[in-house]
C-alpha cells in the first residue's frame, strides 16, 4: 500500500516521486511540519486581527443545526494569507504535484469550525462544483492547511483514499447541502479506506479536486479553523466567466516572505465573495 504521509525538511524540500507516486494513487499526500512555529503563529495572528481577513466573515447553516463561520476570496493579495499562499511551498508543491505545468490561484477559505457549534460537510468532491464553473479538467487542487490542531474530536477532515479515480461523482440535494450522490459514497465506503486525517497546526494536505471528503461537527471544546488554498491549471482555463477567476498569473514567492510579511489589514484586490454571490449552486456550499 502506498503511504501518503512525508514530513518536510526546509534543508531539502522538494516534491519526490514518491510523493508524485502517492498523490497520483491515493488522491492526497499529507506533508508533516511544513510551517514551523512562527508561521503558524503569524498566520494565526492574521486570521485572528479583526481588521484583517476575518471581517468578510459569514455563516452556513449545515442544514443540522449547526453552522461553520467562513471568508472566501478569489485573488491571494500582498497581505500574509495571500503571501501564505504564494509561497513556493504551498503554490510551488501543488505545481509539482500536478504534473509541473503552471498554476493559478483560484479561490482560498479560511473555515472557522467553532468549539460546540461548528458543523458538517457532507461528502462531496471539489469538482463537484468547479465543473460547473466551466472547468474542463479536473486538473485543480487544493492545500488544506490547519491553524489549530485538527483531530477527530473537533472535526477533522476524512477522506475516502483513492476515491479520487472515480472521475466526478453527480453532486445532489444531501440534508440541505449539496453532495455526491450517497448511493455512489455508500459503495464506495465498501471499496475503500476511510481515513480521518488528524492534522498539526502548519501540517498541509494537498488533495486532488475528485477525491471524496467531508467533515463531522465540532462537538468538542476545542475550535478548529483551516486555511484552504485552491489552484487551478492555467490550461485549464474555465471556457466561461464566473464568480471565481479565470487564468490571472501568479506571482509566487520565496517561503521565507512569510515572516517578513507586515501586512494585514490591506486586502485590495482580493475580491471577497459572500453565500450570495455564488450563482453555481442552490444553497450552502460555496465552492
Ligand atoms: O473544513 C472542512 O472540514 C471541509 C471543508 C471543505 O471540504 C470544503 O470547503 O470544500
Known amino acids: 500500500m502506498t503511504d501518503s504521509t ?11 516521486p514518491a510523493m508524485r507516486e502517492a498523490y497520483e494513487k491515493n488522491g492526497y499526500v499529507l506533508i508533516r511540519q511544513m510551517l514551523n512555529r512562527e508561521e503558524v503563529e503569524k498566520v494565526r495572528a492574521a486570521l485572528e486581527n479583526p481588521k484583517g481577513v476575518k471581517r468578510f466573515a459569514y455563516s452556513l447553516s449545515d442544514g443540522k443545526n449547526r453552522t461553520n463561520n467562513l471568508v472566501l476570496w478569489n485573488h491571494p493579495g500582498e497581505d500574509v494569507t495571500g503571501v501564505l499562499a504564494r509561497t513556493e511551498k504551498v503554490a510551488g508543491t501543488v505545481e509539482k504535484l500536478l504534473g509541473g505545468s503552471e498554476v493559478y490561484h483560484y479561490h482560498t477559505k479560511l473555515i472557522m469550525k467553532e468549539a460546540k457549534t461548528g458543523g458538517t460537510f457532507v461528502w462531496h468532491q471539489d469538482y463537484g462544483y468547479w465543473y460547473k464553473n466551466g472547468c474542463l479538467f479536473p486538473d485543480m487542487a487544493s492545500v488544506f492547511i490547519p491553524i489549530d490542531d485538527a483531530t477527530k474530536e473537533n472535526g477533522c477532515l476524512q477522506v475516502l483514499k483513492g476515491s479520487h479515480r472515480y472521475g466526478r461523482i453527480d453532486h445532489i440535494d444531501v440534508g440541505n447541502q449539496l453532495g455526491a ?10 471499496q475503500l479506506e476511510h481515513v480521518y486525517v488528524e492534522m498539526k497546526a502548519g501540517d498541509m494536505l494537498f488533495f486532488h479536486c475528485n477525491l471524496l471528503h467531508t467533515s463531522d461537527q465540532n462537538s468538542s471544546a476545542l475550535r478548529r479553523w483551516v486555511f484552504i488554498v485552491s489552484f487551478n491549471k492555467r490550461s485549464n482555463n474555465p471556457y466561461k466567466q464566473h464568480h471565481h477567476p479565470c487564468y490571472t498569473p501568479l506571482k509566487k514567492v520565496a517561503d521565507a516572505d512569510l515572516l517578513a510579511c507586515r501586512e494585514v489589514e490591506n486586502l485590495e484586490g482580493k475580491w471577497f465573495i459572500q453565500a450570495t454571490d455564488d450563482f453555481s449552486l442552490p444553497r450552502h456550499n460555496i465552492h
Open 181 to 190: 450522490d450517497p448511493e455512489r459514497v455508500d459503495q464506495a465506503k465498501k
Open 6 to 16: 512525508f514530513t518536510f525538511d526546509p534543508e531539502c524540500w522538494r516534491v519526490t
